[in-house]
C-alpha cells in the first residue's frame, strides 16, 4: 500500500469539491533557476475556491519558492499563472494583493519599531486614514478571535500576537486566498488550535488558503488537498484525510523513513558526570540550576524532557562551558573535573556541543561552512589551527564530508552559513560535531524544524554515535524523539532535573507529571523545599 | 549684548540644523551617510563661487545645494547601487569633498564675499529686543525651521513618511510588501545631500562672507553627532543644535575673561554640553529604541 501511494503522480489523483469549477489559483509548469540551482521543475498547482490546500515537502523542496513566485515575489523562469482562469502576470508583491492573494510568512514581515496599525497601513493600498483603519482593526480582530490593539508596538508583543497582526493584515485586504508559510512552527499548541478554528472558518466563507506546512499531523487534521514536492518537482496529490501520518512521510520523502536502529547497548564507565550543579539565575527571565545530579556512561544515550524555558538553556549553558560554575567538581568529563573551565578545555577532553539555536549560536550566518567549522575546532589540537594559522583545505574537506555523509543540501560548495535552509543547517551543525566522534556529546533540540528524513538520519547517527562508545546527551521537548533514541530519561523542571530512569520504564503519563513540577519533589531524591 | 549674543547663537545653530535634519531622514531610511562633512563644504565653496560670480546670494543657495546633492549622488551609487560598504564611502566622500572644494576654491581666497541679506520688516524688525531676532534673520534661518517642521510632518503624518520609516526599520519587510527599498534610499539620500549642501552655503554666504580650506572645520560631524543623541528625532535636533550654538558662543565670550579654567576646557565645554543633555532627555530606553532604525548602516541585495 506504501509502494501504491508514492506511485502516484501529479494529476492522477482529481479530487472533486466544488463540482470541477475553475481553480482559483492555477500554476502550470513553473521553472525557477538560481543559477544551476533548479528550485522550481515544472510545478503545477491548483487551489479551489474554499479550499484549504496543502503544499508539503522537505526542506529545500522547493515550497518556499513557489509560493514567492505565486505571491510576485520572484518572478519564473518559465511557466504561467491563472487567476480564475485567466492568465495573469505577478510582478510583484502589490499586484498579488491586488489580485486578492494575501500571505503570511514564516520569519515575519512585520515592522518592530511601528505600531500595530502602522504595519498593517503599509500593506493596504494609499487612502485610508489612521483613525478609521485603527477602528477596522480592532473590529476584525476581535470578529475573528484575534484580539488585537491597534497601537500597540510590534516589538512589544509575542511571537503568537505578532502572527495575529499579520493574518488581520491580509484580512483586511479581503483576500480570496491566503499563503500560509509555515503558520504553526513559531505558536504554542493552544496558539495554533485557535489558528486553526479561524482557518476553517475563513474556508467556510469562501477563502482559499494555501497551507505550508511539514508538521503532517495538522495537514491531515485541516487540509482538504495537499500538494506533495519533493526535490523541486511536484510528485504527489492527495487527500490527507485519506492519508495516515506515515503515507504522507514516504511521499514527501520518496522512499521508507529509516526507522531509527538501536540496538541494546551496553553502558560503559561515566563520561560526563555532573554533581550538584547548582547555578544562580542570570537575568530576571532566567532560570536557577538547583543541585543536578547526572551521569551518562560510554555507549548510552540519555534524554532530557521538559516544557522549555524550565532551566534547559541555562544547563546547556553550564555543560558546554559557555557559562562557567564555581567549582571543577560540578562538570567532570572523562574524568577530568573542569565545571570552572571554559568551553576550548572541554572540547579538548573530547566533548561536543549543539546548541539550541542554529543561526547565531550554533554557526556564524556570515560566514562560510569551512570557517564555521574551524569556529568549534580551533582549540581542539585536530590539527585545524597551530602556530598561529588555519588549515582551510581541511576545514573544506571536514565540510565535504558532513555534506556526504547528512546530505546537507546546499547551492556552492561553501556558502555562507545563512544562505541555507534551517533544516539543511541543522543537518550541518550536528554533523561538524558528530564527524569529530565526540566522547562527549550533548545536543540541544536535535531535529527541530527539520524534516522526517533529516530528523531519522540525525537520530540514526546520535544512536550510532552512542553504540560507538561515546555519551550522548539529548535535550529536546519533542517527546516521540526522546523514546526513539534514549536509553534514560530524566526530566527538567525550573531548574531541577528528576533522577533519570531506563526508557522502557517511563510512560509519557510519568513524564507530563515530572514536566508539571514533579521532577523537583524526585530530584536527586534527597532535597525538599 | 543679550540681544547680539542670541543673534550669534542663531547663526552658529542654523548649518548645523539644516545638515542634521537632511541626515536624519537619510539614517531613517537606514542609511549611514558619513559624508556630511564632505557635502556641507562642497556646498560652501559653490555656494561662494556663484554668490561671488553672480552677485546674487539666493543663486550662491541653490549652486549649494545642487553641489550637496551631486556629491550625495555619488555615495547613493556606490552604497545602494554597488552596495559598498557605508563607512568606508561615506569616510571617502568626505576626504573627497574636503580635497575638491579645496582645488575649485583655490582662486576664491582671499576674494570678499557677498553677505546673504538679513530680512527687514519696517515696523516689526524695530521692535525692541525681539524684532531682530524674529523677524530680523536671513531666509535660510527661517528655512531650517520649516525644513524641522515638514520633516516632522512629513516622517509622522504622511504615508511616504512611514514607507521610509518601515524601509530603515526592516528592508527586507518593506521589498516582500512591494516597497522600493533602494528607491526610497535615494531620494532621502539626495534630501540629505541638498540639506548638508544647504548647510554649506550658509557657512560661506551668511556665517562668514568668505571662502577659506576646509572652512566645515568639523561641523558635518557635529551634525552627525547631534542625529543619534536626539534619538532620530526632529524636534530634539533643534534642541541639541541651538545647545551646542549657545555653549560655543557662550564659551567664547568667556575666553576672554580670565576665569583661570584653561581655554582648551571651554573649547570642550559645547560638545560635553550637547552629548549630556540629549543623553539626559532620551533616558526611555524603549522609547530610543523604536526611534533607532534597525537597518542603518545595513547593505540591501533584494533577492532575485
Same mark, same amino acid.
Given at each position: 500500500?506504501?509502494?501504491?501511494?508514492?506511485?502516484? +503522480?501529479?494529476?492522477?489523483?482529481?479530487?472533486? *469539491?466544488?463540482?470541477?469549477?475553475?481553480?482559483?489559483?492555477?500554476?502550470?509548469?513553473?521553472?525557477?533557476?538560481?543559477?544551476?540551482?533548479?528550485?522550481?521543475?515544472?510545478?503545477?498547482?491548483?487551489?479551489?475556491?474554499?479550499?484549504?490546500?496543502?503544499?508539503?515537502?522537505?526542506?529545500?523542496?522547493?515550497?518556499?519558492?513557489?509560493?514567492?513566485?505565486?505571491?510576485?515575489?520572484?518572478?519564473?523562469?518559465?511557466?504561467?499563472?491563472?487567476?480564475?482562469?485567466?492568465?495573469?502576470?505577478?510582478?510583484?508583491?502589490?499586484?498579488? *494583493?491586488?489580485?486578492?492573494?494575501?500571505?503570511?510568512?514564516?520569519?515575519?514581515?512585520?515592522?518592530?519599531?511601528?505600531?500595530?496599525?502602522?504595519?498593517?497601513?503599509?500593506?493596504?493600498?494609499? $487612502?485610508?486614514?489612521?483613525?478609521?483603519?485603527?477602528?477596522?482593526?480592532?473590529?476584525?480582530?476581535?470578529?475573528?478571535?484575534?484580539?488585537?490593539?491597534?497601537?500597540?508596538?510590534?516589538?512589544?508583543?509575542?511571537? $503568537?500576537?505578532?502572527?495575529?497582526?499579520?493574518?488581520?493584515?491580509?484580512?483586511?485586504?479581503?483576500?480570496?486566498?491566503?499563503?500560509?508559510?509555515?503558520?504553526?512552527?513559531?505558536?504554542?499548541?493552544?496558539?495554533?488550535?485557535?489558528?486553526?478554528?479561524?482557518?476553517?472558518?475563513?474556508?467556510?466563507?469562501?477563502?482559499?488558503?494555501?497551507?505550508?506546512?511539514?508538521?503532517?499531523?495538522?495537514?491531515?487534521?485541516?487540509?482538504?488537498?495537499? +500538494?506533495?514536492?519533493?526535490?523541486?518537482?511536484?510528485?504527489?496529490?492527495?487527500?490527507?484525510?485519506?492519508?495516515?501520518?506515515? +503515507?504522507?512521510?514516504?511521499?514527501?520523502?520518496?522512499?521508507?523513513?529509516?526507522?531509527?536502529?538501536?540496538?541494546?547497548?551496553?553502558?560503559?564507565?561515566?563520561?560526563?558526570?555532573?554533581?550538584?550543579?547548582?547555578?544562580?539565575?542570570?537575568?530576571?527571565?532566567?532560570?536557577?540550576?538547583?543541585?543536578?545530579?547526572?551521569?551518562?556512561?560510554?555507549?548510552?544515550?540519555?534524554?532530557?524532557?521538559?516544557?522549555?524555558?524550565?532551566?534547559?538553556?541555562?544547563?546547556?549553558?553550564?555543560?558546554?562551558?559557555?557559562?562557567?560554575?564555581?567549582?571543577?567538581?560540578?562538570?567532570?568529563?572523562?574524568?577530568?573535573?573542569?565545571?570552572?573551565?571554559?568551553?576550548?578545555?572541554?572540547?579538548?577532553? $573530547?566533548?561536543?556541543?549543539?546548541?539550541?539555536?542554529?543561526?547565531?549560536?550554533?554557526?556564524?550566518?556570515?560566514?562560510?561552512?569551512?570557517?564555521?567549522?574551524?569556529? +568549534?575546532?580551533?582549540?581542539?589540537?585536530?590539527?585545524?589551527?597551530?602556530?598561529?594559522?588555519?588549515?582551510?583545505?581541511?576545514?573544506?574537506?571536514?565540510?565535504? /564530508?558532513?555534506?556526504?555523509?547528512?546530505?546537507?543540501?546546499?547551492?556552492?560548495?561553501?556558502?555562507?552559513? *545563512?544562505?541555507?535552509?534551517?533544516?539543511?543547517?541543522?543537518?550541518?551543525?550536528?554533523? *561538524?560535531?558528530?564527524?569529530?566522534?565526540?566522547?562527549?556529546?550533548?545536543?540541544?533540540?536535535?531535529?527541530?524544524?527539520?524534516?522526517?528524513?533529516?530528523? /531519522?538520519?540525525?537520530?540514526?547517527?546520535?544512536?550510532?554515535?552512542?553504540? /560507538?562508545?561515546?555519551?550522548?546527551?539529548?535535550?529536546?521537548?519533542?517527546?516521540?524523539?526522546?523514546?526513539?533514541?534514549?536509553?534514560?530519561?530524566?526530566?527538567?523542571?525550573?531548574?531541577?532535573?528528576?533522577?533519570?530512569?531506563?526508557?522502557?520504564?517511563?510512560?509519557?503519563?510519568?513524564?507530563?507529571?515530572?514536566?508539571?513540577?514533579?521532577?523537583?519533589?524526585?530530584?536527586?531524591?534527597?532535597? /525538599?523545599? | 549684548?543679550?540681544?547680539?549674543?542670541?543673534?550669534?547663537?542663531?547663526?552658529? =545653530?542654523?548649518?548645523?540644523?539644516?545638515?542634521?535634519? #537632511?541626515?536624519?531622514?537619510?539614517?531613517?531610511?537606514?542609511?549611514?551617510?558619513?559624508?556630511?562633512? !564632505?557635502?556641507?563644504?562642497?556646498?560652501?565653496?559653490?555656494?561662494?563661487?556663484?554668490?561671488?560670480?553672480?552677485?546674487?546670494?539666493?543663486?550662491?543657495?541653490?549652486? #549649494?545645494?545642487?553641489?550637496?546633492?551631486?556629491?550625495?549622488?555619488?555615495?547613493?551609487?556606490?552604497?545602494?547601487?554597488?552596495?559598498?560598504?557605508?563607512?568606508?564611502?561615506?569616510?571617502?566622500?568626505?576626504?573627497? !569633498?574636503?580635497?575638491?572644494? %579645496?582645488?575649485?576654491?583655490?582662486?576664491?581666497?582671499?576674494?570678499?564675499?557677498?553677505?546673504?541679506?538679513?530680512?527687514?520688516?519696517?515696523?516689526?524688525? &524695530?521692535?525692541?529686543?525681539?524684532?531682530?531676532?524674529?523677524?530680523?534673520? &536671513?531666509?535660510?534661518?527661517?528655512?531650517?525651521? @520649516?525644513?524641522?517642521?515638514?520633516?516632522?510632518?512629513?516622517?509622522?503624518?504622511?504615508?511616504?513618511?512611514?514607507?521610509?520609516? =518601515?524601509? %530603515? &526599520?526592516?528592508?527586507?519587510?518593506?521589498?516582500?510588501? !512591494?516597497?522600493?527599498?533602494?528607491?526610497?534610499?535615494?531620494?532621502?539620500?539626495?534630501?540629505?545631500?541638498?540639506?548638508?549642501?544647504?548647510?554649506?552655503?550658509?557657512?560661506?554666504?551668511?556665517?562668514?562672507?568668505?571662502?577659506?580650506?576646509?572652512?566645515?572645520? #568639523?561641523? %558635518?560631524?557635529?551634525?552627525? @553627532?547631534?542625529?543619534?543623541?536626539?534619538?532620530?528625532?526632529?524636534?530634539?535636533?533643534?534642541?541639541?543644535?541651538?545647545?551646542? %550654538?549657545?555653549?560655543?558662543?557662550?564659551?567664547?565670550?568667556?575666553?576672554?575673561?580670565?576665569? !583661570?579654567?584653561?581655554?582648551?576646557?571651554?573649547?570642550?565645554?559645547?560638545?560635553?554640553?550637547?552629548?549630556?543633555?540629549?543623553?539626559?532627555?532620551?533616558?526611555?530606553?524603549?522609547?530610543?529604541?523604536?526611534?533607532?532604525? @534597525?537597518?542603518?548602516?545595513?547593505?540591501?541585495?533584494? &533577492?532575485?
Amino acid at each position: 500500500m506504501g509502494a501504491g501511494a508514492a506511485e502516484r +503522480t501529479h494529476g492522477s489523483v482529481q479530487r472533486i *469539491r466544488t463540482g470541477g469549477g475553475v481553480p482559483l489559483l492555477e500554476a502550470r509548469h513553473i521553472v525557477k533557476r538560481f543559477g544551476d540551482n533548479v528550485a522550481n521543475d515544472d510545478v503545477s498547482l491548483r487551489v479551489m475556491p474554499g479550499e484549504i490546500h496543502a503544499l508539503l515537502g522537505e526542506n529545500g523542496a522547493g515550497k518556499s519558492t513557489l509560493v514567492k513566485i505565486l505571491y510576485g515575489a520572484l518572478q519564473p523562469n518559465a511557466g504561467e499563472v491563472l487567476w480564475k482562469g485567466q492568465p495573469v502576470t505577478i510582478a510583484s508583491p502589490a499586484a498579488a *494583493r491586488a489580485l486578492g492573494i494575501g500571505m503570511v510568512f514564516q520569519h515575519f514581515s512585520l515592522f518592530e519599531a511601528l505600531t500595530v496599525a502602522e504595519n498593517i497601513a503599509l500593506a493596504l493600498p494609499k $487612502g485610508s486614514d489612521m483613525k478609521s483603519l485603527s477602528a477596522r482593526i480592532e473590529t476584525v480582530s476581535a470578529d475573528y478571535g484575534l484580539p488585537l490593539k491597534a497601537t500597540s508596538r510590534v516589538a512589544d508583543l509575542s511571537v $503568537g500576537e505578532r502572527q495575529r497582526v499579520e493574518i488581520v493584515r491580509c484580512l483586511l485586504q479581503n483576500p480570496e486566498l491566503i499563503i500560509m508559510d509555515e503558520p504553526t512552527s513559531v505558536l504554542t499548541p493552544q496558539e495554533a488550535d485557535q489558528l486553526f478554528v479561524t482557518l476553517k472558518r475563513l474556508a467556510d466563507e469562501g477563502c482559499a488558503i494555501l497551507y505550508i506546512s511539514h508538521r503532517l499531523e495538522e495537514v491531515r487534521a485541516i487540509c482538504h488537498h495537499a +500538494t506533495i514536492m519533493r526535490r523541486a518537482k511536484v510528485v504527489a496529490e492527495t487527500d490527507p484525510t485519506t492519508e495516515t501520518v506515515g +503515507t504522507l512521510a514516504r511521499l514527501m520523502v520518496g522512499s521508507e523513513i529509516g526507522e531509527v536502529t538501536r540496538s541494546k547497548g551496553t553502558p560503559g564507565a561515566p563520561r560526563l558526570i555532573l554533581k550538584a550543579l547548582s547555578l544562580p539565575a542570570t537575568s530576571a527571565f532566567g532560570v536557577p540550576l538547583h543541585a543536578i545530579d547526572l551521569s551518562v556512561a560510554g555507549g548510552e544515550i540519555v534524554a532530557i524532557a521538559g516544557v522549555a524555558g524550565n532551566g534547559q538553556s541555562e544547563l546547556f549553558d553550564a555543560i558546554s562551558g559557555e557559562r562557567e560554575a564555581p567549582q571543577d567538581g560540578m562538570v567532570t568529563i572523562d574524568g577530568q573535573p573542569v565545571g570552572a573551565h571554559g568551553v576550548n578545555v572541554r572540547r579538548r577532553l $573530547g566533548a561536543a556541543f549543539v546548541p539550541e539555536e542554529r543561526l547565531g549560536h550554533g554557526a556564524v550566518p556570515g560566514l562560510k561552512l569551512s570557517e564555521n567549522v574551524v569556529l +568549534t575546532r580551533h582549540g581542539t589540537g585536530e590539527g585545524i589551527a597551530s602556530g598561529g594559522f588555519t588549515r582551510f583545505g581541511l576545514a573544506g574537506k571536514i565540510v565535504e /564530508a558532513v555534506t556526504h555523509r547528512f546530505d546537507v543540501r546546499k547551492g556552492p560548495p561553501d556558502p555562507e552559513a *545563512r544562505s541555507l535552509s534551517g533544516g539543511n543547517l541543522q543537518k550541518f551543525v550536528v554533523g *561538524r560535531e558528530v564527524d569529530r566522534t565526540p566522547g562527549v556529546l550533548v545536543v540541544a533540540q536535535p531535529t527541530w524544524g527539520v524534516d522526517a528524513g533529516a530528523a /531519522a538520519v540525525i537520530r540514526q547517527a546520535l544512536v550510532d554515535l552512542a553504540r /560507538a562508545g561515546s555519551a550522548v546527551l539529548v535535550i529536546s521537548q519533542d517527546l516521540d524523539e526522546i523514546f526513539e533514541v534514549a536509553d534514560r530519561i530524566a526530566v527538567i523542571s525550573r531548574g531541577h532535573l528528576s533522577a533519570p530512569k531506563p526508557a522502557e520504564a517511563m510512560s509519557r503519563e510519568e513524564i507530563g507529571l515530572l514536566m508539571a513540577g514533579g521532577a523537583e519533589k524526585t530530584a536527586g531524591g534527597a532535597h /525538599a523545599h | 549684548m543679550l540681544e547680539a549674543i542670541i543673534l550669534t547663537v542663531i547663526t552658529a =545653530a542654523t548649518p548645523l540644523l539644516l545638515a542634521a535634519i #537632511g541626515e536624519l531622514v537619510v539614517e531613517r531610511s537606514g542609511v549611514l551617510n558619513l559624508g556630511v562633512e !564632505g557635502m556641507m563644504v562642497m556646498g560652501a565653496v559653490a555656494g561662494f563661487a556663484i554668490t561671488v560670480s553672480t552677485g546674487s546670494p539666493l543663486l550662491g543657495i541653490v549652486a #549649494g545645494l545642487v553641489a550637496g546633492l551631486a556629491v550625495s549622488l555619488i555615495f547613493g551609487f556606490v552604497t545602494l547601487t554597488l552596495v559598498a560598504n557605508q563607512v568606508a564611502s561615506g569616510l571617502a566622500l568626505t576626504l573627497f !569633498g574636503l580635497g575638491l572644494s %579645496g582645488l575649485l576654491g583655490e582662486g576664491f581666497v582671499g576674494t570678499p564675499g557677498i553677505k546673504l541679506p538679513s530680512l527687514s520688516i519696517p515696523g516689526l524688525t &524695530d521692535i525692541p529686543y525681539v524684532g531682530r531676532i524674529l523677524f530680523g534673520q &536671513d531666509i535660510l534661518v527661517y528655512v531650517s525651521f @520649516a525644513l524641522v517642521l515638514a520633516v516632522s510632518w512629513f516622517l509622522f503624518r504622511t504615508r511616504g513618511g512611514l514607507v521610509l520609516r =518601515a524601509v %530603515g &526599520d526592516n528592508h527586507v519587510s518593506a521589498h516582500a510588501l !512591494g516597497y522600493k527599498v533602494i528607491r526610497v534610499r535615494y531620494l532621502a539620500v539626495m534630501f540629505g545631500g541638498a540639506c548638508a549642501g544647504l548647510g554649506g552655503a550658509y557657512l560661506s554666504i551668511a556665517y562668514t562672507p568668505l571662502w577659506v580650506e576646509n572652512m566645515t572645520a #568639523g561641523r %558635518g560631524w557635529i551634525a552627525l @553627532a547631534l542625529v543619534v543623541f536626539s534619538s532620530w528625532l526632529p524636534s530634539r535636533l533643534v534642541i541639541g543644535a541651538y545647545l551646542f %550654538g549657545a555653549v560655543t558662543i557662550l564659551q567664547l565670550h568667556a575666553q576672554p575673561l580670565g576665569l !583661570g579654567v584653561p581655554s582648551q576646557f571651554l573649547s570642550m565645554l559645547p560638545y560635553l554640553a550637547t552629548v549630556v543633555v540629549l543623553v539626559a532627555i532620551s533616558g526611555n530606553r524603549r522609547a530610543t529604541r523604536f526611534n533607532t532604525p @534597525a537597518c542603518l548602516g545595513a547593505p540591501f541585495v533584494p &533577492d532575485r
